[in-house]
């Protein structure tokens, strides 16, 4: 007898916790249904998969092999969202594949310098190649605190693909 109720607790348990992490599940992608297109995100997987609809059953288009790859959100279905990457490329991709973290990737053709502070005339600690991607954050008057390889500066967000407003 001892075992029975020992085998209907554990499957209390499972049943209780399955449904606790559903829930939980559930509540992060209504957080993240709220927001509203356009705004930002970056890709928190190694692996992407975007595909033509919002669906499993949707064709790959890409995947993308670049963590923290910024992206712009520009629609959302349930727990699905049609992005734009830096190319101007548009799929979807599941809401588990993307972190909020707000990124953006060096763009143009020469290397992009890294300011003391963000002026024209500050002093250029690091300079940074086209394709760099890192996190940003204290955009404001032109410019970007910008932080890879725990290097960081600031940098013209004009040499940026990630922070414009969306």
């Known amino acids: 007898m001892m075992v029975n109720n020992m085998a209907k607790q ?4 499972v049943h209780y916790g399955a449904v606790a992490l559903a829930f939980l599940g559930a509540a992060s992608a209504v957080g993240q249904t709220q927001r509203q297109p356009p705004y930002w995100a970056s890709i928190q997987k190694p692996e ?18 670049r963590q923290n790859l910024p992206v712009k959100v520009v629609a959302v279905h349930s727990v699905w969202r049609k992005v734009q990457d830096p190319n101007g490329d548009q799929g979807w991709l599941h809401v588990r594949l993307l972190s909020p973290k707000r990124t953006a990737i060096v763009t143009g ?18 300079r940074v190649e086209p394709g760099v991607v890192g996190i940003i954050d204290a955009c404001e008057k032109g410019y970007c605190r910008f932080e890879t390889n725990g290097r960081y500066g600031y940098i013209e967000t004009a040499r940026i693909w990630g922070d414009e407003a969306p």
């Open 48 to 65: 992407a998969r975007m595909r033509t609809g919002p669906s499993t059953e949707f064709p790959v288009t890409w995947v993308y092999k």
């Open 10 to 13: 554990n499957k209390s348990i």
């Open 109 to 126: 053709k020469d290397n992009g310098a890294l300011r003391d502070l963000p002026q024209a005339n500050a002093h250029i600690s690091w």
